[in-house]
Nanobody, 124 residues
Framework: QVQLVESGGGLVQAGGSLRLSCAAS????????MGWFRQAPGKEREFVGA????????YYADFVKGRFTISRDNAKNTVYLQMNSLKPEDTAVYYC?????????????????WGQGTQVTVSS
């Protein structure tokens, strides 16, 4: 059974940084894509970025390019979302998701497994 557990959310001032972690278990993820999504109150869940576990290749939404970085630690089965230069509009619940295919896609419906989410709040 696949489990994804996010951690690292919290309250930070605008311009600050946070690093989210997603610990994955229950499967060999070498052929998976791991995605990060976020959902703000009253808004739809949106794609933030993703990483191919096998190649380390990444893809980001335009609104986070240059600010957010996704990485993985194969030994720990953990994916990270490093968020820098945070803005109040980055406030949302952030979710980790896993897609059992090697191709990165931005559609939430393409991801089969989800974590419980972690709240990120950026104050102005």
């Amino acid at each position: 059974q696949v489990q994804l557990v996010e951690s690292g959310g919290g309250l930070v001032q605008a311009g600050g940084s946070l690093r989210l972690s997603c610990a994955a278990s229950g499967r060999t993820f070498s052929s998976y894509v791991m995605g990060w999504f976020r959902q703000a109150p009253g808004k739809e869940r949106e794609f933030v970025g993703a990483i191919s576990w096998s190649t380390g290749g990444t893809y980001y939404a335009d609104f986070v390019k240059g600010r957010f970085t996704i990485s993985r630690d194969n030994a720990k089965n953990t994916v990270y979302l490093q968020m820098n230069s945070l803005k109040p509009e980055d406030t949302a619940v952030y979710y980790c998701a896993a897609r059992p295919y090697a191709v990165i896609t931005i559609a939430p419906t393409a991801y089969d497994y989800w974590g419980q989410g972690t709240q990120v709040t950026v104050s102005s």
